[in-house]
């Protein structure tokens, strides 16, 4: 594979939709930049793909950590150049109740994962994208952002938080030859949502996902739902008056704390 072939970075691509990704990257002849904590499932996902080694490289980062996933974004320009997409993937979903000292920790760390790491990803690579004016960084968000839900608070105020903040770095990146790209996925079947105890309507297999999210990056869409029936649902929740929202979820099962 020439280093010409196009290269994507991926955090969060030891499982679940960002492997699907880089999966979905890969057939399509891409180079991949993958980033997770846990790099030799990375490796033994590439071995069980058969992928060479010249078309793949994994990069050790906590996206929690500034330091650390900037340093990844760094790595990945000094040993592969500058990816033509950047994915801020990598994400965390627990339950949490405001009224236990815990979830304030919780809420922290979700906050410094799904948001503050999101921006540590893209860091490394926007202004070398706006000098080279070209480039697409997404942001993996989700129809949870869309009306919060009992027991997500943390995780519906930092998918709430990435749709904002693509929104002003989209603004920000208006002329550069930088697009921005927000991907609010629906119900995906990944260890993130195997612990739900409450329906998942639209489930969809992170293959599917993947191969919808590769053609919206492509196509450079500002915003896209996946499954769009998630989406239409989302939005008339959306529209609904408050009290008759409240009553709608009412005794709907919530998100698993992380200490019963």
Not at 8 to 26: D, E, K, M, N, P
Not at 106 to 121: D, F, S
Not at 221 to 240: E, F, H, N, Q, T
């Amino acid at each position: 594979m020439s280093d010409a072939a196009p290269l994507v970075f991926i955090t969060g691509a030891s499982s679940g939709i960002g492997q699907a990704l880089a999966a979905r990257y890969a057939a399509a002849g891409w180079r991949l930049a993958l980033v997770a904590r846990r790099t030799e499932a990375i490796a033994a996902w590439a071995a069980t793909a058969g992928l060479p080694a010249e078309r793949w490289q994994a990069y050790a980062a906590d996206v929690q950590d500034v330091d650390s996933i900037v340093g990844a974004g760094q790595r990945c320009l000094a040993t592969q150049g500058l990816p033509q997409v950047v994915i801020a993937n990598a994400g965390i979903s627990v339950g949490m109740d405001t009224a236990e000292r815990a979830d304030l920790d919780v809420l922290r760390e979700t906050l410094a994962t799904n948001n503050l790491g999101l921006a540590a990803t893209f860091h490394p690579f926007l202004a070398d994208m706006r000098a080279a004016r070209r480039g697409t960084l997404v942001g993996i968000a989700s129809v949870a952002a869309i009306r919060g839900l009992p027991g997500h608070g943390a995780y519906c105020a930092s998918k709430a938080g990435v749709v904002a903040y693509c929104e002003s770095l989209r603004g920000e990146c208006r002329g550069s030859g930088v697009r921005v790209v927000t991907l609010l996925p629906g119900y995906i079947a990944t260890p993130l949502t195997a612990g739900n105890t409450y329906p998942m309507p639209f489930l969809m297999a992170p293959e599917v996902f993947a191969d919808r999210a590769f053609r919206a990056i492509d196509a450079g869409d500002s915003y896209r739902v996946i499954p769009w029936p998630m989406g239409v649902v989302a939005k008339l929740l959306r529209l609904l008056p408050n009290p008759l929202f409240d009553r709608l979820l009412a005794g709907r099962g919530r998100k698993k704390r992380r200490v019963p």
